[in-house]
């Protein structure tokens, strides 16, 4: 069956992105699917590991670019480097493991061998590359990388502004964010990782909209202990979705929760008195046993990084585009790097509740991102709404646009930024 939506009347893809709508076929059609990797994935900073990934020397991860294979590294000297998984000979990748630790990488298909920063250390029958080959030339290709705050970011592309450029009003966010080690530095915990038949906007939109929340989640509330519940009925509450500029955006669903070291003479909620308790009796001081509290449950918001990276209240969420109607994500649970083995527990308890893969919230938002890419596929014509909130706009105190908490405010911003870059001439 042929999926792909015809446009007719329309210079380009930027053309199908209005500012209160977008053309369905922005998730069918495959030859906008390829100019997305182009225009966008290879044209701007992509996130492709955090820093604890990649703990000590030899410790690597594999990752993409679009659909470009990387390797994040971390060398002897404890530098982290991204680097092309392609060997300079022939072209075969040089890593299959999705994490581990190493002391080299040696193509397996010709012996070529490369340290961990990537230089060309060794190749069988040297004596036949005599005055044709100089092995400085010849490594692995490194891609530009920069760090903030642990997070680790590669682009394609060397002329481009410095990721604190890219980031911008996102950073104070992030900042926010990595306090989920309840005093001690974030760490990831472990990752899953599931396909669904649907197009990688489809989640991009996902992670700041919280008007599906009571919908899509019925189950989860459910799930969970009245005083839980109410803190996730945040719809008609203070909340709000603010526009960070660059695509970047924040929904902030519990204001009250969003700097996890303010209030910590708050009382304990009776859902977490046992952690309390526990870590109480290991010795930790009041103080310390209210951060550690406070910070279990994760922020009170999602922030959305884009292209490709969610901090989504307690868990970082990468997404991968695969083809015009498949796309993978990675979930990877969070906790503090030396923490309390209860506080790192409970923490992946929580993660696998919502966002595990035999959790609540998982199947159900792949449930309901499958049916939007079968719908979109409906007809022959077609727009997909994201005007709400769209005439209760107020400015943050940051001076951002911002919306109330169920508005599509963040979407907006997104394709804003998704417009602008689909909108430059390839090669450009």
Known sequence: MNTEIKVKNLNSTADLVLED???KSLYSNPEIFDEEL??????TWVWVAHESEVPESGSYKTASIGRQPVIVVRDRKNNIHVMLNRC????ATVCEGKTGKTKAFTC????WGYGLDGSLRALPKPEEYENILDKAEFGLVKVRSESYNGMVFATLKDDLESLDEHLGGAKKWIDLFVKQGGGYPLKTLGDHRFRFPGNWKIQLENTT?????PIVHKSFIASVDEEAAEVFDFLDGEGYVEDLGNGHSVMVMIPELVDLEENLD??????YADLAKSLADEGHSDEEVRRLVRAVGGSGFNLNLFPNIACSMAFFRNLV?????ETEIHHIAIGGKGAPEAFNQKRMRLHEHFQGPMGFGTPD?????????????????GWIMINRGLSKLSTSADGNVKGAVCSETGMRAAYQKYKKMMSVESGK
Request: no cysteine.
């Open 365 to 381: 938002d792949g449930e309901a991102w499958e049916r939007v890419q079968a719908g979109s596929i409906a007809g022959t014509d």
């Open 21 to 23: 709508r977008l053309h």
């Open 108 to 111: 397996p298909y010709h012996g």
């Open 321 to 325: 585009p695969i083809s015009a109607n």
């Open 209 to 213: 909209d919280a008007y599906h929340f």
């Open 38 to 43: 182009d225009k966008i994935f290879n044209n």
């Open 266 to 271: 708050e009382p304990i909620p009776e859902r």
């Open 88 to 91: 300079r000979h022939r072209g």
